[in-house]
């Protein structure tokens, strides 16, 4: 009977363990939105930047908007961040900074 209990103690210790960590994983896959203003001028450029900036890592979405000059990323922020993104940009042959938020 005391194995039992012990062995149920065990289970229900590594039970609440994993779920701590389950939900700190959680935390650090946090998506975050950023938006840049590219000196795109053609559907060549538009192109460039869709064919690469998708495979940095944590990007997990990008649409562009060649008519305002306009890439929007969404990313896990535990795998990146703005300045990375920024980076990668510029990398291309592009001046990039970050729109301003809207009113």
Known sequence: M???KVILAVVVFLLAT????AQDRRVNNREAQ?????????H?????????????RGVRNL???LGKQLV???????RTD???LKKSIE????TCKEAPKPE
Do not use: H
């Not at 994993?18 to 960590?21: A, C, E, I, K, S």
């Open 82 to 84: 703005k300045d990375k």
């Open 91 to 94: 990398k291309l042959g592009f």
């Open 34 to 42: 950023v938006v840049f203003l590219v000196n795109m001028d053609c």
């Open 2 to 4: 005391r194995t039992v």
């Open 44 to 56: 060549a450029c538009e192109q460039k930047v869709k064919k690469n900036i998708p495979y940095q």
């Open 63 to 65: 649409t562009t908007d």
């Open 18 to 21: 994993n779920l701590v960590f």
């Open 72 to 78: 929007s990323i969404t990313y896990r922020t535990n």
